[in-house]
């Protein structure tokens, strides 16, 4: 059997997941009424019993996500939402919390969230042996390690493909908790890391001032589907539970023609799911929100990846500034600009700014606010209003599913049969006369013409097949009541055959990796701490929000390192570099400050509070 490969998208609720199964998505996931890692992306039952219908149509799955941290006073409402969302038809829960596997569950398909920190092949075969059908693997993973991991386990291996990156491992940043007490893993996270930050060395002298110098550029690794594929990742996650409709249309359409490609013809892989989609509109990833993109390390650590100027999006490079001329610009490709549009540049205090283009004549730009903007200065648009426009659209992605018809009769009158691309097959009788046709003439292309007409149905009739003794008529209005009744027939039918897959938790006793867990594992709760103990852990430190020690803490630890964006690395600079920095390197931003360590051995940087107390190592690369 083939294997399938599945494009997973972002639904902020009903609409937006809808428009996602409609421009392609196998896949969609969503927040719940509660307990989602986007405090304001919830959606009550109904919304996502609706969802899942539709999805279901296309024989396409609906995630909800669950991955927030729980406290014991909530992990009886938590137990409650989950069998309300199995008994809705919801296909599988991406978690976080452990605490869940302890729960009297249905027989739901779990998911490992990115959230539980998946990066080496022990831990993730550890999650598959204890339950979980799939995990969402850490995004700072490169090509060997996937390998290493799938070849380890069977389970199934989902990969961020495009969207915004945390600086941060998933589940281990701390930082917007210990600022003011909202927790990331509890669905509100403040975004600290998108602040700017003036970087000071040991000397306390300020080597950059007032730069996002933890703001790193979005992801895109579309190019590398193929070898991710060969590496054993059967999902493709679109980042953004917040993001636009625009944003979430153009991305899961341009990754479903892209993924199409390389499906045509192969004979190890298909599609996850049915039906195939048009679109009026070009995608490309440049023309939704982005900070500029990065493989981020899929191929290794080989390029800078900060977003230093801003944390807001880029869009779409147009070309450089030519000149002013009175009040409006020239700029390369100008041609491509339309009124309404937003333009982004960088200022001369290396800061993002942007105009609002009023309108465009005879190639000039004429914005809202002139602003002195040198010549050959990058110009990006940030905001394509015709591209929008389109986009928004309800008509510009359509998805259908290909049937066939075939009309023919019975003793008592006519039968309309169809079948659909995945064989089920719907049938309406019609009591009618048997009347010839005035003068005997073949009305059949007539029938043919009104059979066709699907309209906003999901289906989209590829061959009719008519099977008369003799040319027999019929009204037109009986023809639309047959095709009409026999498509919702076969929606229901659809409905039906649809196989959610099913899975009941069983309790195991499998040792855990490791014997001691500090609190970058996020026990918050005693069934957590149940589930770690009855699997071997002997010591388990409480979660970082139960506990922290405010002024001395470690807030972050990322792959993401300012030595190396600096070209300082003694790992990939040592030739390069001249002098080494004084340690310990600054964060300031206002009252905050943070402390950086940098751990060259598995190559990953720290982030400290400013009362930390830590050893500066030595680089062992000389």
């Keep these: 059997m083939k294997k399938k490969i599945e494009i997973l998208a972002p639904a902020k609720d009903l609409i937006h997941g809808m428009a996602a199964i409609n421009s392609g998505a196998d896949a969609v996931y969503i927040g719940a009424p509660q307990f989602g890692a986007r405090s304001n992306a919830h959606n009550s039952l109904e919304d996502v019993a609706a969802l899942v219908r539709y999805a279901h149509l296309f024989y396409a799955q609906v995630f909800v996500v669950i991955n927030t941290i729980l406290y014991d006073n909530e992990l009886e409402t938590c137990r409650k939402m989950i069998w309300e969302l199995y008994e809705i038809g919801v296909d599988a829960l991406i978690v976080q919390d452990m605490a869940i596997m302890e729960m009297d569950l249905p027989p739901i398909v779990l998911h490992a969230s990115t959230q539980a920190n998946n990066r080496d092949a022990d831990k993730i075969k550890f999650l598959k042996d204890a ?8 995004r700072e993973l490169n090509l060997h390690q996937i390998k290493e991991i799938s070849t380890a386990s069977d389970v199934e291996l989902e990969f961020f493909v495009t969207g915004a990156l945390c600086v941060s491992f998933s589940g281990n940043c701390y930082m917007s908790v210990a600022n003011g007490e909202r927790s990331a893993n509890r669905g509100s996270c403040a975004q600290n890391c998108r602040l700017p930050y003036n970087l000071i060395d040991g000397h306390g002298e300020t080597l950059i001032k007032n730069s996002h110098l933890l703001s790193i550029k979005d992801f895109d690794v579309s190019d590398e589907i193929p070898n991710l594929i060969e590496a054993g990742v059967c999902s493709f996650k679109i980042e953004g539970r917040l993001k636009d409709i625009v944003y979430v249309k153009n991305n899961v359409s341009y990754l479903r023609q892209k993924l199409d490609g390389f499906l045509e013809g192969n004979d190890k892989y298909s599609k996850a799911s049915s039906g195939s989609c048009t679109f009026t509109f070009d995608s490309a990833l440049n023309k939704s929100f982005n900070r500029g993109y990065t493989d981020y390390f899929v191929n290794e650590r080989y390029q800078s990846i900060g977003s230093w100027e801003s944390p807001k999006s880029k869009g779409q490079f147009i070309g450089k500034l030519i000149k002013t001329i009175g009040n409006a610009y020239e700029i390369e490709n100008g041609e491509l600009l339309n009124n309404g549009d937003g333009l982004c540049f960088i200022n001369e205090n290396n800061e993002a700014d942007g105009i609002y283009v009023n309108k465009v004549e005879n190639g000039l730009a004429y914005p809202n606010v002139l602003k002195e903007i040198k010549p050959d200065t990058f110009i990006y648009r940030n905001n394509d209003t015709a591209f929008i426009k389109i986009v928004e659209r309800e008509d510009s992605a359509v998805r259908k599913i ?6 023919s009769e019975n003793e008592n009158g006519f039968v309309l049969s169809a079948t659909d691309e995945d064989g089920n097959l719907s049938s309406v009788n019609l009591v009618h006369p048997k009347e010839r046709t005035k003068n005997n003439e073949s009305i059949e292309e007539n029938f043919k013409i009104n059979l066709a007409k699907t309209g906003f149905t999901p289906y989209k009739i590829e061959e009719i097949t008519i099977q008369f003794s003799e040319n027999w008529f019929l009204p037109i209005s009986k023809i639309n009541e047959m095709r009409r009744a026999v498509l919702e027939q076969l929606s229901e039918i659809r409905l039906q055959n649809y196989h959610r897959e099913e899975h009941q938790m069983v309790k195991t006793s499998h040792p855990y990796p490791e014997e001691k867990l500090d609190f970058m594992y996020n026990v918050s709760n005693k069934l957590a701490r149940k589930f770690y ?17 405010p002024g001395k803490s470690r807030v ?28 310990p390197l600054v964060l300031k931003q206002g009252e905050l400050e943070y402390k950086l360590k940098f751990n060259c051995k598995p190559c990953e940087m720290e982030i400290w509070e ?3 107390e830590f050893e500066i190592e030595e680089d062992h690369f000389h």
């Design 131 to 138: 339950g979980m059908k799939r995990v969402v693997l850490a």
């Design 402 to 407: 290909s049937t066939t018809l075939l009309l």
């Design 533 to 549: 103990e009855r699997h071997g852990v002997s010591e388990i430190e409480k979660a970082f929000e139960l506990q922290w020690d």
């Design 556 to 583: 972050m630890t990322t792959k993401y390192c300012i030595k190396y964006e600096l070209e300082k690395c003694p790992k990939y600079h040592k030739d390069t570099m001249e002098t080494k920095l004084k340690e």
């Design 610 to 612: 400013k009362d930390a």
